[in-house]
Nanobody
């Protein structure tokens, strides 16, 4: 059984930085992992993904240059370094993993088998 637990959200000011984390356990060796977010009244959106091999990352255009996804296998933890936050980053952030990369794109939410409960990030202007 795979479990994902996010932490590190909260209330922040525009321009702040934070690094939410996702502790994972179970059958997650070299699985693709990703961060998604969902703002009120909007659909869940891909934010960033990292291949199981760790050699490829992908970002939505709106966070390129501001966010960095990383994975520390020794600690079974996925991170999302978020810099220069803006109100548009306000959302619940979810980490996810998929046991098989049946879809070549990391951006498709339905291709992920396991999800965390989410952590709320609120950014005020």
């Amino acid at each position: 059984q795979v479990q994902l637990v996010e932490s590190g959200g909260g209330l922040f000011q525009a321009g702040d930085s934070l690094r939410p984390s996702c502790a994972y356990s179970g059958r997650t060796f070299r699985t693709d992992m990703a961060w998604f977010r969902q703002a009120p009244g909007k659909e869940r959106e891909f934010v960033a993904g990292i291949r199981g091999t760790g050699d490829t990352t992908s970002y939505v255009d709106s966070v390129k240059g501001r966010f960095t996804i990383s994975r520390l296998a020794a600690k079974n933890t996925l991170y999302l370094q978020m810099n220069t936050l803006g109100p548009e980053d306000t959302a619940v952030y979810y980490c996810a993993t998929r046991l098989q990369a049946l879809n070549p794109s990391m951006r498709v939410a339905s291709s992920y088998n396991y999800w965390g409960q989410g952590t709320q990030v609120t950014v005020s202007s």
